[in-house]
């Protein structure tokens, strides 16, 4: 005779989605108002959960704030898998489409920008915590795009002897500047641009045959 474990797992289920929901409300609010302005009242009555799971989840706002940063990490190497490792597509056609698709997770969040570019502007000078996550987030990002690009140095689509680490770097860098500029202009003028002269440019750095 077993004995019905059922119950202990539902409740598992239900904490967790209740982990989850309040991972999920925090995203758009912290991209909204920040983390210094990021109300936890106001999280727990936009989600309706007790101030008591609040705390049985995270140590307190800082916790909870690098979580919400784990969470938005996971998504976006979902993007770089979906991407960058689509083989049937050029090196520098994957990494493109990976910046034009987070353009477009950009504009269904009304052009609030990179939660890792706004933490980073509030929080690197005053959080070591912070400032080393954000920092070791953008290295890993900049680490998967550098992959690619080395893929098209090696298939002579960019110069053989291009830096496929700085340039993905500059890239990284150029993106979260036109990212804070969109945020500005509430479009995407500035992130659509910077990916034309970036890739002509890098693709111009190619030597034609003589």
Not at 43 to 55: N, Q, R
Request: net charge negative.
């Amino acid at each position: 005779m077993t004995t019905s474990t059922r119950p202990g797992a539902d409740a598992a289920t239900a904490t967790h989605a209740t982990k989850q929901r309040l991972l999920d409300a925090g995203l758009p609010m912290l991209l909204k108002h920040g983390y210094n302005d990021l109300g936890i009242q106001a999280l727990l009555a936009a989600t309706g959960t007790p101030k008591g799971s609040f705390y049985h989840h995270f140590k307190d706002k800082e916790d909870f704030a690098l979580q919400v940063v784990d969470g938005y990490m996971a998504q976006v190497h979902e993007g770089l898998d979906a991407c960058l490792e689509d083989r049937t597509r050029p090196p520098l056609v994957r990494v493109r489409t990976f910046f034009e698709m987070t353009q477009q997770s950009y504009r269904q969040e009304g052009y609030m920008g990179c939660l890792l570019g706004g933490l980073g502007q509030e929080l690197s000078g005053v959080s070591d915590v912070f400032r080393t996550r954000i920092e070791g987030c953008f290295a890993t990002i900049a680490g998967r795009v550098a992959g690619c690009l080395d893929e098209a140095r090696q298939l002579g689509q960019i110069a053989a002897d291009t830096d496929v680490e700085r340039m993905a770097d500059l890239l990284i860098d150029c993106w979260e500047g036109a990212a804070l500029r969109s945020r500005l202009r509430r479009n995407p003028t500035s992130l659509d641009e910077m990916l034309d002269f970036y890739f002509g440019a890098v693709v111009a750095s190619q030597p034609r045959d003589q």
